[in-house]
């Protein structure tokens, strides 16, 4: 197992610290040196976690800033809210989502009350077989610019079977035969991998997940968390 820089600095920080309390117990601390350090991490020991959570935050940055490309690139046609918008919201979706599905709305409500927001769609089929199906047809839509309608009637359908997937290709109004040249090629197949190796790298471990700005957001958060992270966003420029 390889263990992230940010894990490593952690677990040296731990280590100072519990070499400072042998050597104390020792009495091998003089006055002025790493006493006062084990002094105020006792006073203080909240301030390990916070250290952790920090250089995680400082990791998952570095982490988004070496996939840039891959995560706020969209995929022609899979862009929501505003396409120039100065804040891109990356969602990662698997149709056979119970929490995705749930998120629409908030999606919706924070496109609707902040015109400066631009929603990245990326497919991330992690749950089955027919998450993956479901992927392919929806990059198939977005290639015919209907992307959004498609993403929406499949997500009301219910689960991603053939049936649902049919449901939603007729409501978008997709061109079938059109559709599925799209969902054999290989680019569609190399798309969906993509994603899942940027995924991998970034950290995510469900869906749904959310890239806006240097964070990784885990789960259905709700439109408040999404706010504060574009207002945070917005704010590092």
């Keep these: 197992m390889t263990l992230r820089p940010w894990v490593l600095a952690v677990l040296l920080l731990i280590a100072g ?11 091998t601390l003089r006055p002025g ?13 909240e301030v390990l976690p916070e250290a952790m959570a920090k250089l995680q935050a400082r990791e998952t940055g570095k982490l988004i ?20 918008g100065d804040v891109t919201v990356v969602t990662y979706m698997d149709y056979a989502c119970g929490y995705c599905r749930a998120s629409l709305p908030e999606i919706a409500a924070l496109t609707k009350a902040d ?22 047809w929806a990059i198939a839509a977005a290639e015919q610019g209907k992307y959004l309608p498609f993403h929406t009637a499949l997500f009301a359908a219910g689960r991603p079977n053939d049936a649902a997937i049919a449901q939603a290709a007729a409501k978008a109004g997709l061109d079938l035969a059109r559709a599925k040249a799209v969902v054999a090629a290989p680019g569609t197949a190399a798309e969906i991998d993509k994603n899942l190796r940027t995924a991998g790298g970034i950290g995510m471990t469900g869906t749904p997940a959310w890239v806006i700005g240097d964070r990784v957001i885990s789960g259905a958060v709700g439109q408040e968390q999404l706010v504060d992270a574009v207002k945070a966003a917005r704010a590092a420029g």
């Design 33 to 45: 040196s790493g006493g006062d350090v084990r002094a105020y991490l006792l006073a203080h020991p």
């Design 17 to 27: 610290v519990a070499g400072g309390i042998a050597a104390f117990a020792l009495g």
């Design 65 to 84: 800033a070496a996939h840039r490309d891959a995560i706020f690139t969209p995929y022609p046609g899979m862009v929501g809210g505003n396409p120039a």
């Design 115 to 136: 015109p400066g927001v631009r929603v990245v769609y990326r497919e991330l089929p992690i749950l089955s077989a027919d998450s993956r199906t479901a992927a392919a």
